[in-house]
């Protein structure tokens, strides 16, 4: 199984391909230059080899793309011109097979695929390209050796960590060090891991002139890794995603060809290493400046000093936020939250050790209400009183400090807003005309503009 590439672009100008096998086939308009040996070979996307000793092994389940740009000595440039590719097998070049596309454009790559049934899985083959320019023809480039290799590997990888055992819960706060191994596959160069079981596509990005510029997976170090030999091992050391509980690495051995084996998996467990947040004060009030001390976990700061906090606080006015807290000697820390969420507030913390590791998340929560008590002496919550006609007064109060003003309405009519007197209070006078069940909802605004939580006050108009 062979991975496609991640960007191909299509350019217009070299649309229509018009690949014939066999001699040659002249472009609808010759050039006027000399043809000259193409250059930027590739196959499959990959540089070309001119060592026969070294050559690119390539997946060709499907045929082989192979690539070059034509030129000329028109100077004039986008001169339409066609390429021939040969192919044969190595030491074999009586048995060459010869492709040609027909049109393409000086200096751009043109691309043209040789037949799968000319490439024998497992032979290695060389391949030349020239331009073609009305009757003239270049000399031919430079042979480019390829290995054809459209066998995966045949046994998943062999996967262990000597410091985190599988199936069982571990200490956390250290990298875990894995060992793969190719499972008796001897053509393995190495492989590919994740946390999540999706593995990235190894591809290859197109430049300026439909260039391709190949990069070696095994740079990419957060998803791949060489083997120490080709078959041999390689070992890891990795920071696990989340901070605790059950974790699995998920493995593929990739052979030259970046053919991938069939996934092997390695599970263990994490014990918690979250720290600990507690209050300083008993319960902070809600909207005002509260100080919070972080603590790391014992076990986990003896085996890489805590630096930084990650505090998060979820249920606030701004829906939640996010503050990095250094540590202090030992690992501890303080950090000051105004908690503001009207019906209440949790607080998480996660720390960050000099090692890199990150724990799981601590949490505190506290709930606060904030909805208006409301009190009338004519017409008594859940009660019945008054009468058509009767007036009745309702006083508010708050149970949170700083409150400026409450908004009512009575049986969902039009809002009004009062503003609020001494010790924060208010009351309204409400006369009923109608009897039966009636309903009064009632919010408080802060000075800071904090609407509260919103009360229901029930009651029944006599007749």
């Not at 040969?86 to 596309?101: M, N």
């Not at 045949?154 to 875990?176: F, I, K, R």
């Not at 319960?283 to 001390?293: C, D, H, I, M, Y």
Request: glycine share 12%.
């Amino acid at each position: 199984m062979s991975l496609g590439a991640r960007v191909r672009t299509v350019l217009a100008s070299v649309g229509g391909l018009g690949l014939a096998l066999g001699g040659a086939v002249s472009p609808a308009s010759a050039a006027d230059g000399v043809p000259l040996t193409p250059t930027q070979l590739f196959n499959a996307y990959r540089h070309c080899s001119t060592d026969a000793d070294r050559p690119t092994y390539v997946g060709a389940g499907s045929g082989l793309v192979v690539e070059g740009i034509p030129a000329t000595t028109d100077p004039t440039g986008w001169t339409r011109v066609g390429m021939r590719y040969q192919v044969w097998p190595a030491g074999h070049p009586e048995q060459a097979t010869t492709v040609t596309r027909a049109s393409a454009t000086a200096g751009f790559e043109s691309p043209a695929t040789l037949p799968a049934e000319a490439l024998a899985d497992g032979q290695t083959y060389a391949w030349q390209a020239q331009t073609l320019a009305g009757d003239a023809a270049s000399d031919w480039s430079a042979p480019c050796y390829v290995t054809i290799d459209n066998t995966r590997p045949a046994s998943a990888p062999a996967v262990s960590s000597p410091n985190y055992p599988a199936d069982t819960w571990n200490q956390g706060g250290e990298p875990v060090r894995f060992t793969l191994g190719a499972g008796g596959a001897g053509d393995v160069e190495g492989y590919e891991f994740s946390w999540q079981q999706d593995f990235p596509v190894i591809g290859t990005n197109i430049g300026d002139h439909g260039i391709p510029q190949p990069t070696d997976p095994y740079a990419d170090t957060s998803w791949f890794v060489r083997a120490d030999s080709l078959g041999g091992p390689a070992t890891l050391s990795l920071i696990p995603p989340g901070g605790s509980g059950p974790m699995t690495l998920w493995v593929r051995s990739l052979d030259r060809a970046y053919n991938v084996s069939a996934a092997a998996s390695y599970t263990f467990r994490v014990a918690s290493t979250a720290p600990t947040v507690t209050p300083a004060g008993p319960s902070p009030e809600f909207g005002k400046p509260a100080t919070f001390r972080l603590r790391p976990n014992p076990a986990l700061q003896a085996k890489s000093p805590v630096v930084a906090y990650s505090v998060r606080t979820l249920g606030g006015q701004d829906g939640g936020r996010t503050v990095e807290v250094p540590a202090e000697a030992g690992g501890t820390a303080s950090v000051e939250l105004t908690l503001d969420g009207i019906y209440g507030e949790r607080v998480e913390v996660s720390s960050r050790s000099a090692n890199g590791w990150v724990s799981d998340a601590a949490s505190w929560s506290i709930t606060y209400d904030t909805t208006p008590t409301v009190t009338s002496q004519t017409y008594p919550e859940n009660g019945t009183g008054g009468g058509v006609g009767v007036p009745g007064t309702f006083t508010f109060l708050p149970k949170v400090k700083d409150v400026v003003s409450y908004t009512y309405s009575f049986n969902g009519g039009d809002e009004v807003t009062v503003d609020a007197g001494a010790h924060h209070g208010a009351a309204v006078e409400w006369t009923p005309d109608t009897e039966g069940w009636c309903y009064l909802t009632v919010r408080a605004t802060t000075a800071s503009g904090i609407e509260l939580a919103s009360y229901d006050y029930y009651f029944t108009v006599a007749g």
